[in-house]
């Protein structure tokens, strides 16, 4: 890649991982675990509850050093102080970023602009509270006098794919007497599926979007209002009591039926993938209850007091950061599986995705300039052992190399059994044997044919993480998210890239919004696209009014 940035890669301990990164290669976790009778117990580094085991790293003490010499170098301390701090470091666009302000406790004092915001958040906190106090308890009432057994959560991205995994991994803390959907996608089966089976007199609808303008969530809202006052006998003040906003923006809430006093606020300085602790978090209040939702927050808190005070060597997120680069940039490899052997978890790969590779997908520096190295690895995985019987031949035996992080719970929420040591038994066995493989003198001793021998090698030296936590609580919820935001934090500061803009998706939807009348003109519009997508408008307008 062509640029004129070299900085980081000018970096004397950069040119020292180079080196040393050709010597780690040559080896394998064979021979380094064979060589140091106590690296799977030294290799270990725990806090706030969580147990982290990177011995099966292709890693040594040396490459451990490396790695935080080159954090210190790069400034990630300052860096760490400037976030916490509430600087500026959104540089693009000129805003602060302080989601750690949303979970900071009562009291507490963070000053963006000469005002000390945690008052305000806990002023939404406390308004989130009495509100869902109000419709779990059933004093809050639908149109007809009944009370609201199903919630609706509208949103996209960060609106979405927060409530959603935090609702997903929080369901054994949830209300089973309610239901709870999520409407994102604007196509148009999302919204007809998810309210199939409701009854509008019982629904209630949150719409988050911060400027109430969002293209796919406006679009889903407008959907539901329309279902809504059909349930209900067109009654439009119908909608007051069914629609709840989390927005900014109180003249288009006001303009769409919802009672402003039932606007939710957020603000600029929290991203959109890192705002479910904010008001965006409303359904995930609704479904556990304000105390569960509280002990999430004094989770994520926790740990970003870990993250903010303890040393780099044994920072737990600065850890999973350095070995994500470490791979990352001294290896090639190009994607990171994210492996949750609890079913709870079944949609944390996917809201990883957003966090990290919407944060960390950035081809230039702070300063504007082409970088001279990756960033941001796609993220990916399903839940154990759901994937062992789908991808994981790839990852033993294919001719990628894929980094791993298994997050296993010590306790199960749900004690069948011998359901639990199953599970954990897969777990260690699956980073055992990624590590460790079996080669071709093993196999030919299970008695294998010499002509199937090269099939059942396993080449092993794949490397992984293993993060154990006790059991799955609102609390370690908060924990573990917090430990990937940070992580990415982490690998973005070195980097040296604003982690917290995402201007990748704005070209496309800019390009939907000229696209959108041309395809409803009921005349032929004038087309002026590239030969391709002028084709495909066509096709589309011919077949789609055959």
């Not at 995994?165 to 054994?172: I, N």
């Not at 990883?352 to 941001?376: P, W």
């Not at 789908?390 to 992080?405: A, E, K, V, W």
């Not at 639990?420 to 066995?429: D, K, S, T, Y």
Request: proline share 3%; glycine share 10%.
């Amino acid at each position: 890649m062509t640029t004129t940035n070299t900085s980081l890669i000018e970096r004397s301990s950069w040119k020292a991982l180079e080196e040393h990164g050709r010597q780690i290669q040559g080896k394998h976790l064979r021979s380094l675990f064979a060589d140091d009778p106590q690296r799977g117990t030294r290799m270990t580094a725990e806090g706030v509850g969580i147990f982290l085991d990177y011995s099966k790293n292709r890693a040594t003490d040396d490459t451990v050093r490396l790695l935080v010499r080159l954090s210190e170098e790069s400034g990630l301390r300052a860096r760490i102080d400037a976030m916490f701090g509430g600087e500026k470091i959104n540089v693009t666009e000129k805003r602060a970023v302080l989601h750690t302000a949303l979970r900071a406790p009562r009291g507490a004092s963070i000053v963006v602009d000469g005002e000390n915001v945690v008052p305000k958040v806990h002023a939404v906190l406390d308004k989130m509270a009495g509100f869902c106090t109000s419709v779990r308890s059933g004093v809050w009432k639908g149109h007809t006098g009944g009370r609201i057994r199903n919630v609706v959560n509208i949103g996209i991205g960060g609106s979405d794919l927060g409530p959603v995994m935090a609702y997903e991994a929080l369901r054994h803390y949830s209300e089973r007497n309610m239901t709870f959907r999520f409407v994102s996608n604007v196509d148009g089966t999302d919204f007809a599926e998810a309210v199939r089976d409701l009854n509008p007199a019982e629904t209630l609808f949150i719409v988050s979007s911060k400027t109430f303008t969002t293209l796919e969530t406006m679009t889903n809202a407008h959907t539901a209002r329309e279902w809504l006052l059909r349930g209900l006998g067109g009654d439009a003040a119908s909608v007051a009591k069914h629609f709840v906003a989390v927005s900014t923006n109180a003249s288009e809430v006001s303009k769409f039926g919802i009672d402003t006093a039932n606007m939710f606020e957020f603000w600029d300085w929290v991203g959109g993938r890192y705002s479910m602790e904010s008001a965006i978090g409303l359904s995930t209040m609704l479904a556990v209850g304000s105390d569960h939702f509280m002990a999430m927050l004094k989770g994520f808190h926790e740990m970003d007091e870990h993250f903010r005070t303890a040393p780099f060597d044994r920072n737990l997120p600065v850890l999973m950061g350095l070995f994500a680069l470490w791979y990352a940039n001294f290896f090639g490899a190009q994607t990171v599986a994210v492996l949750p052997y609890d079913q709870y978890l079944k949609r944390f790969p996917a809201y990883l995705q957003q966090l990290t590779m919407e944060s960390n997908g950035k081809h230039v520096t702070l300063d504007g300039k082409q970088t001279a190295y990756d960033t941001g690895a796609i993220y990916w995985g399903e839940p154990g052992t759901n994937g062992q019987h789908s991808f994981y031949q790839l990852i033993h035996q294919g001719t990628r190399l894929i980094p791993c992080d298994f997050i296993a719970f010590q306790r199960s929420l749900n004690t069948l059994g011998r359901h639990h040591e199953i599970l954990m038994a897969n777990v260690f066995a699956q980073s055992e044997a990624l590590a460790f493989g079996k080669t071709a003198d093993q196999v030919k001793q299970e008695g294998t044919p010499e002509w199937l021998v090269p099939h059942r090698v396993f080449e092993g030296n794949r490397p992984s993480n293993t993060i154990l936590v006790d059991r799955l609580t609102p609390e370690t919820l908060g924990k573990l998210v917090a430990l990937y935001e940070h992580s990415v934090f982490t690998q973005g500061a070195i980097w040296g890239i604003d982690s917290f803009d995402q201007w990748g998706v704005e070209l496309g939807k800019v390009l939907a919004q000229r696209i959108i009348p041309e395809l409803e003109n009921s005349g032929e519009p004038k087309l002026g696209h590239d030969s391709s997508t002028n084709n495909l408008i066509r096709r589309y307008r011919v077949r789609s009014r055959g």
